[in-house]
């Protein structure tokens, strides 16, 4: 049983460097470690450990005054280089475009992507104003809140979740918080 323990140990230790920089005990941790530059967009950190169920992944912000859209993106860690990066396994990728008034979704294995969903009950996201997405990691699928409700379930394409270790946030926004 001490080996558990251990484990979590090391977790908090070597995460304790992030608390006062994100506000949440490390589940982010920027690739640039300059504090003056953790949150501009277009950003890129590594999700400490990997998803796992009951893992979440919070990212707050404010919309853009005259938004065009933005993404946030989980992704499969892979090299910095360009070639590279354009195979890299996207386990969800989140798109809100303001003038279809749509929040998006899809993933991209083995350089494919997969069918765009796009039911939802409405449109969340308001130009100028903040907001606060919740990607809750579950066994089976990830189920994205905005603002406290639940909007929709997204299905797992990725099988390995511990290999989704990496997020990308782009376009019409600014980032408040990571979490």
Known sequence: MAEPSMEKDAINTEDDHLNNSLGDPGLISPDKEDISRILTVPFKG??????????????MGIVDPEPFSFDVSLTCSCSTEKNEEELTDVALKLSARFAERQFLRNARISGKWSEEEAAIPYFPFIQDQPFRIEIHCEHQRFRIFVDGHQLFDFYHKVKSLLTIDMIRIDGSLQITKLG
């Open 46 to 59: 590594r999700i400490r450990g990997g998803m796992r169920p009951g893992k979440k992944i919070i990212v």
